[in-house]
């Protein structure tokens, strides 16, 4: 119960942002400037058409927030995927934040959810019942328009045992905010 809440949460906090977030200007990109959004699963190459990133600060710790997402189908719970990072301090370029148990007070930390092309939702974080599947992120470069860089790790089902390895990943995304 807790782990459905917590996707659905996670879920709203994604369409929200780039709800939000889209203006005319500032609107995720749908892969006419470059940006890609790009991965295999278990092998099999897969790449989102449109993308968008945002970074922020909150008021509560970890107080500094990075929101990435690569789709294709937009208002769907099918080819998608998300990561979000945690800091204390600026989300920055040539730092590695990796996987740790879903709790604001370890940082810096990312999680990701990904829903395949059949819907399945995929996880990186840690729940009371579920080991810590191995992601991380390594962002490479960071301007006030885009954020470049690379992701591997595992996922595992949400509802299930099934467990994917994330290879190769890599993205330069649209800054929205």
Known sequence: MKKTGLIAMLLFAFSAFIGCKKQD??????????YYFRFKADGKK?????????????DALPNHTGYFIGYTESGTKKNNF???????EDI?????????AYNASKVPAAYGIWYNADGTCLLSFKTTADPIQPFKVTLTEVTSTSVKGNFS??????????????????????RID
């Open 25 to 34: 200007n500032q609107s995720p990109n749908n892969n006419q400037s470059g």
């Open 92 to 100: 920055k370029a040539n730092k590695t934040y990796t996987e740790a």
């Open 46 to 58: 897969t790449e989102y058409t449109t993308t968008a990133a945002t970074m922020e600060m909150g």
């Open 82 to 88: 998300a990561f979000r990072l945690f800091d204390t």
């Open 153 to 174: 790790g595992k996922v595992k089902e949400q509802n299930g045992s099934n467990i994917v390895e994330i290879t190769e990943g890599e993205f330069y995304l649209k």
